[in-house]
């Protein structure tokens, strides 16, 4: 056992206060009942990190790194079931990147103007003329129609009248980033 | 005694292996937590005990740095034992405002209550 000296002493106590405080926080909180399976192992966390190694500085110095590390396991634990349970795929892709077209997986075929062109059919959600996606993207009416073509032919967009176009499934897992290039790189049989 | 003195030095060799071992451990483990914490403020925000949740945790990953500081720099004793007793009275200053918050918005309810009532 080490020596309780003035430092472990204070620390000990601070330990302990917090400790409480967090449990009184705890019991008075009636309306995150839905949530008390993870606070408690976060809370656990925390009162391991601010009263145990207190006390492992006291009684056995040689392992208080060790218990920090398990209360900061522990609230990654606690942590980690909101963050599976709240936070979708998007606000992950949100939090990773400004631009999600950083996170897209391009084919070879591909050039950057298809993502303005699709990202126009994303926002609008509908059935539209390669004029409409020229004039919202300032892009030339037979550069539109071209690449909409190129699109058609890999499945990203489909025609569904003639001269109007719409997103399908596939181009639109395309721009949540959620397709790879190789996904994209072979022609569809309907363009064959 | 030359091979007793080879095995305290290895004995040495082997604790201090251990120790800079388990203050890594707290530096990843220490992480992981700040990340995670960061991670859940949207949740965290609503209400009093998330944001203290939130705080201490935050404070946690401060102490990773502090972890860093000694395995980098190697702190003097009292410098290191000043540094976490520091951040350890920041651990109470910070619930002791939350508890304080929430007894605030206690007692604003219960004074809705007595007003609905009369």
């Avoid at chain 1, 126009?120 to 996606?133: E, K, Q, R």
């Avoid at chain 2, 350890?88 to 405002?97: G, K």
Wanted: hydrophobic content about 50%.
């Amino acid at each position: 056992m080490a020596a309780l000296n003035a430092f472990t002493a204070f620390d000990l106590a601070m330990g302990m206060i917090s400790g409480l405080g967090l449990l009184y926080l705890l019991y008075v909180e009636e309306y995150v009942l839905s949530y008390r399976r993870f606070l408690l192992v976060t809370t656990a966390g925390l009162l391991v990190f601010g009263v145990g190694g207190p006390l492992f500085d006291i009684f056995d110095p040689k392992y208080v790194h060790v218990v920090h590390g398990v209360g900061a396991l522990l609230v990654v634990l606690g942590m980690y079931d909101p963050i599976h349970h709240e936070l979708r795929r998007e606000d992950w892709a949100d939090l990773l990147s400004e631009n999600p077209a950083e996170l897209r997986h391009s084919a070879n075929w591909m050039v950057p103007m298809d993502d303005e062109i699709l990202a126009v059919f994303h926002s609008a959600d509908l059935v539209l003329t390669p004029m409409i996606v020229a004039y919202n993207t300032g892009l030339s009416r037979s550069e539109v129609n071209r690449r909409l073509l190129a699109m058609k032919s890999h499945g990203v967009v489909e025609r569904v009248d003639r001269g109007k176009y719409r997103l399908t499934p596939l181009g639109e897992q395309y721009l949540q980033g959620e397709r790879s290039a190789a996904a994209l790189a072979e022609p569809t049989d309907a363009a064959i | 005694m030359r091979n007793l003195h080879i095995l305290n030095l290895g004995w040495q060799t082997i604790d201090h292996l251990l120790y800079t071992l388990t203050i890594g451990f707290a530096i990843v483990a220490g992480t992981g937590a700040g990340i995670m914490t960061l991670l859940t403020w949207t949740i965290f925000k609503e209400t009093t005990f998330g944001r203290a949740l939130f705080s201490l945790c935050l404070l946690l990953s401060v102490f990773t740095v502090y972890h860093v500081g000694l395995l980098v720099f190697t702190l003097r004793s009292t410098d290191a034992d000043t540094l976490e007793s520091g951040m350890y009275a920041l651990l109470v200053v910070f619930v002791i405002f939350m508890v304080h918050h929430q007894r605030q918005i206690d007692s604003w309810r219960q004074w809705r209550r007595e007003l609905w009532r009369h």
